[in-house]
């Protein structure tokens, strides 16, 4: 297991885990009611605008839901930041390539290298640990990409946490 989030929305608690090759929910609904197990991302060569769960395989290396019970995902391979918000998958940010560009733009077209631990505020914004640019970055509700800690702060950033103040916390490889 490499990553996982718990959410409790409209009724409905799952527990999703990020597996090496797939993203599964466990779902409970109502609460207390037996637990089902459902593949929502990662089977097969699907990319953006189709269903999540054909998908192609996946290193989610963070998941997180955001106040709508939408589904983030940090897919390391594929160097992007996807979301599923009903079953269809797209990309929130990362054009697919290793490296670092993009801050002030639209992160969709932005470069992460690569997505580890995600988290989501309050108010929509995305933040990722982009593990080998050394950096923090956030994606706004309305798309644009900064980085609001790095380069010379962390090595190597695996995990991002927000707690009810909203203060950020990140755990790093080695430091």
Same mark, same amino acid.
């Given at each position: 297991?490499?990553?996982? =989030? ?22 409970? !609904? ?8 459902? !593949? ?50 797209? !990309? ?30 309050? =108010? ?52």
């Amino acid at each position: 297991m490499q990553a996982l =989030a718990f959410q409790n929305h409209m009724q409905i608690s799952s527990l999703v885990l990020a597996l090496v090759c797939s993203i599964q929910v466990l779902a409970n !609904t109502p609460p207390r009611a037996t637990y089902t197990i459902q !593949t929502v991302a990662g089977s097969n060569v699907v990319s953006d605008g189709g269903p999540a769960s054909a998908a192609a395989r996946s290193d989610a290396e963070g998941v997180a839901f955001d106040t709508g019970g939408n589904l983030f995902v940090a897919d390391a391979n594929d160097h992007r930041g996807k979301i599923v918000p009903d079953g269809t998958i797209s !990309t929130v940010a990362g054009d697919g390539m290793p490296r670092f560009r993009g801050d002030g733009g639209l992160a969709s077209a932005a470069r992460l290298n690569p997505p580890y631990g995600i988290a989501v505020d309050g =108010a929509g914004n995305l933040y990722n640990a982009d593990l080998g640019n050394n950096r923090i970055r956030k994606v706004t509700s309305g798309g644009i990409i900064s980085t609001v800690a790095g380069t010379d702060r962390f090595l190597a950033p695996r995990n991002v946490v927000l707690d009810a103040a909203g203060s950020l916390y990140v755990s790093e490889f080695s430091g």
